[in-house]
């Protein structure tokens, strides 16, 4: 199996000017190309340190894909340093200088000597042309290894890798096993929860590998397995998402790409049912989560931002002597929050969230982090209490998500 | 000059499935200390792969900085592998017991064996106590080297390099030469038009050095400076900054860290006005953003998510009659919402939001992007029209960024 490493160049990453979202780019395709990527490093434009870098990748992978140093300043020097590391010459190349020409006429500018160095690149490589820059990319064999160059602003590299080096990886790599990843999403429980409940399976697994993510919004497993063809390995990674999901039972909410909002969008739009909001810690995270959705007027009414408690009173006619009496974080008033959304927005369900958010608004009894909700349905309404943790924004993250589980539970079970 | 390397442990990175974040965070605390840093690299959880990592950084590097792989299960390695690599032994650390017991405590969760796990770090080292979560960190000094470890979670990461790690290198490694930058942050014009209008002076500027960042929300001029004290940066960073705010006039709302919600929350609590919000294309967002500022109920009342017609027409009483005529995404719809919301949240000032988010929606006159605003305070009301560009979450973004940034202009005129 052939060993993948990323080396993404350039000194403004390693200044903290940008982040490197090219990596994360070329790490999701060799994934699906079934390709093991073991190292990824970011380099500044310094010569030494790219020279040690490029020899190191050398040493320990087989295929080396380098981003940036493309361009046409003077701390541009990839292709130079590459040549160099590998004993090349660089050479120019005429369908480069084509190219160049073409694009500075585009955009009406003239031929600079900086941008001619853009058309010289070590001899004997396949040389990629930029149709959206002046930037060339490379792919070259030598010695059994595979070094290929792609220019650094993002939108040019993902072109020229989905159009050239994808399909230049299947030809020279045709899978002889398929490798296939499924990512299970759970939601409401921790990451030493999920890690306990599920260990004994793991451990009796010889054909999967697991890995258990947090994330501030869910845990996630990731199921990763191999078969030679697409068919097993799918039925392989069902079978251990099956057993996974049973163990987990409820928690899991999802898989993949999907979404918490999605999720629940879905199952309102196949029993036609419509909900409304009231929420004050949230502030409208729940509706604003919502609504990410495309299509969610089918099932979304809207709501109440019932910060000030007088908006409570008025739009929601949450009682003011329940209020008095039970104080605005109080099961009492989630209850009747969310019976308010659910009749002033004519939908089926309301749900309602009201908590302290903090880092203010604590007393002796409810601390921050204390948030209620509930949910009505016209018939009947249940009710959730949690203490969560975290900072501010985590908080509220938290309580949107747990009441849309609330929910999701609510409409999985009816 | 030391020599600075950050090694970000995890699979998920290589996998793909996270973009690293923390390294350009870390990156750009060690540009603001003077240190320099030369590699950022990624590694998997496998102990190896880990190993091998970082013989290479103590060979070429003096500070290392490592994120991710604390957690409680099977494969974070982290600690085990330093102590390898340093030929130290683990040992227990009770203050770190305390904290996860505390924690742990704090959720209503008691001690699992894997928890255990992470308060066993090698010997000798300075630990430093997560308040946030329950994997410590730690900074070890051996051999000339400096090795430091902190989560992979980015709050907790972020929190704790602050607190422990600036301090402690800034007494280690006092700057001789100090470097500084500040950023103005713009909004309502683009990265083109920013770049226009700046030009000659930037150009004129021989002790500072320019960026120009465009993000999906704003566009962000960086200034960096330098000179032997921290006061003569300062006032040589503010010179610039007022010439720049000169050129770039109302388009410049905050500087740094500052958001456009606290730069408005904090003229609404200087102004003691209050404001009520009206939202239909954002669904909650604007809400959503104002109160992520602790401390906002003393000036945001709430508000209505009017996603559907009837809510509009019940909660704040738009009538019918104008809703057919104009349509709901209209400049009388918006008007009548925001002067709905006021009203109805005992507001000072409502302000309201309708469009098409897309991708759905459109039709022959009104496009996709096409946003209607309203600001009312009782005698008048102020609309805003825009056509807005992007996917349907970029959209939304944008709408609630103009609201909010209408509602600064109106508050800094007033």
């Given at each position: 199996?052939?060993?993948?490493?990323?080396?993404?160049?350039?000194?403004?990453?390693?200044?903290?000017?940008?982040t490197?979202?090219?990596?994360?780019?070329?790490?999701?395709?060799?994934?699906?190309?079934?390709?093991?990527?073991?190292?990824?490093?970011?380099?500044?434009?310094?010569?030494e340190?790219?020279?040690?870098?490029?020899?190191l990748?050398?040493?320990?992978?087989?295929?080396?894909?380098?981003?940036?140093g493309?361009?046409?300043?003077?701390?541009?020097?990839?292709?130079?340093?590459?040549?160099?590391t590998?004993?090349?010459?660089l050479?120019?190349?005429?369908?480069?200088?084509?190219?160049?020409?073409?694009?500075?006429?585009?955009?009406?500018?003239?031929?600079?000597?900086?941008?001619?160095?853009?058309?010289?690149?070590?001899?004997?490589?396949k040389?990629?042309?930029?149709?959206?820059?002046?930037?060339?990319?490379?792919?070259?064999?030598k010695?059994?290894?595979?070094?290929?160059?792609?220019?650094?602003?993002?939108?040019?590299?993902?072109?020229?890798?989905?159009?050239?080096?994808?399909?230049?990886?299947?030809?020279?790599?045709?899978?002889?096993?398929?490798?296939?990843?499924?990512?299970?999403?759970?939601?409401?429980?921790?990451?030493?929860?999920v890690?306990?409940?599920?260990?004994?399976?793991?451990?009796?697994q010889?054909?999967?590998?697991?890995g258990?993510?947090?994330?501030?919004?869910?845990?996630?497993?990731?199921?990763?397995?191999?078969?030679?063809?697409?068919?097993?390995?799918?039925k392989?990674?069902?079978?251990?998402?099956?057993?996974?999901?049973?163990i987990?039972?409820?928690?899991?909410?999802?898989?993949?790409?999907?979404?918490?909002?999605?999720?629940?969008?879905?199952?309102?739009?196949?029993?036609?049912?419509?909900?409304?909001?009231?929420?004050?810690?949230?502030?409208?995270?729940?509706?604003e989560?919502?609504?990410?959705?495309?299509?969610?007027?089918?099932?979304?009414?809207g709501?109440?931002?019932?910060?000030?408690?007088?908006?409570?009173?008025?739009?929601?006619?949450?009682?003011?002597?329940?209020?008095?009496?039970?104080?605005?974080?109080?099961?009492?008033?989630?209850k009747?929050?969310?019976?308010?959304a659910?009749?002033?927005?004519?939908?089926?369900?309301?749900?309602?969230?009201?908590?302290?958010?903090?880092?203010?608004?604590a007393?002796?009894?409810?601390?921050?982090?204390?948030?209620?909700?509930?949910?009505?349905?016209?018939?009947?309404?249940?009710?959730?209490?949690?203490?969560?943790f975290?900072?501010?924004q985590?908080?509220?993250?938290?309580?949107?998500?747990r009441?849309?589980?609330?929910?999701?539970?609510y409409?999985?079970?009816?």
């Amino acid at each position: 199996m052939i060993k993948a490493e990323i080396i993404s160049i350039g000194s403004e990453i390693l200044r903290g000017q940008i982040t490197d979202t090219n990596a994360n780019f070329i790490a999701k395709k060799l994934v699906e190309l079934g390709i093991d990527l073991e190292h990824i490093s970011a380099v500044s434009d310094n010569p030494e340190s790219l020279l040690s870098t490029l020899k190191l990748a050398l040493q320990r992978s087989d295929l080396i894909i380098t981003t940036g140093g493309l361009g046409p300043t003077e701390d541009d020097i990839t292709y130079q340093t590459i040549a160099q590391t590998l004993n090349l010459k660089l050479k120019k190349y005429p369908e480069a200088e084509k190219n160049l020409k073409r694009i500075l006429k585009k955009i009406n500018k003239t031929i600079s000597p900086s941008n001619l160095k853009q058309i010289y690149l070590p001899e004997g490589v396949k040389i990629i042309i930029n149709q959206h820059g002046t930037a060339p990319a490379m792919i070259l064999e030598k010695d059994n290894k595979i070094v290929c160059s792609f220019p650094g602003v993002p939108h040019e590299m993902k072109n020229l890798i989905e159009e050239n080096l994808i399909p230049y990886l299947k030809e020279k790599f045709p899978p002889s096993i398929i490798k296939k990843s499924k990512i299970l999403k759970i939601t409401g429980l921790g990451e030493s929860s999920v890690n306990e409940l599920i260990r004994d399976y793991i451990n009796k697994q010889t054909n999967f590998s697991f890995g258990i993510y947090a994330n501030p919004e869910d845990i996630q497993v990731q199921v990763t397995t191999q078969a030679p063809t697409e068919k097993e390995v799918e039925k392989l990674l069902q079978s251990s998402v099956n057993q996974l999901t049973k163990i987990l039972d409820n928690y899991v909410y999802g898989s993949n790409e999907e979404t918490i909002e999605e999720v629940v969008g879905n199952l309102l739009k196949t029993k036609k049912l419509k909900i409304a909001v009231a929420e004050s810690c949230t502030g409208g995270m729940m509706g604003e989560m919502i609504t990410r959705i495309p299509g969610s007027s089918e099932y979304f009414q809207g709501g109440v931002i019932s910060y000030n408690v007088r908006v409570k009173e008025n739009l929601l006619k949450v009682p003011s002597e329940v209020i008095k009496k039970y104080g605005e974080v109080s099961r009492q008033v989630a209850k009747l929050m969310a019976e308010g959304a659910q009749r002033c927005c004519h939908s089926d369900i309301g749900i309602s969230i009201t908590g302290i958010a903090g880092p203010g608004g604590a007393t002796k009894k409810k601390k921050v982090g204390l948030v209620y909700m509930a949910l009505a349905d016209g018939k009947k309404t249940i009710n959730q209490k949690h203490q969560l943790f975290g900072n501010r924004q985590l908080i509220r993250l938290r309580s949107a998500r747990r009441a849309l589980n609330m929910l999701r539970i609510y409409l999985t079970e009816k």
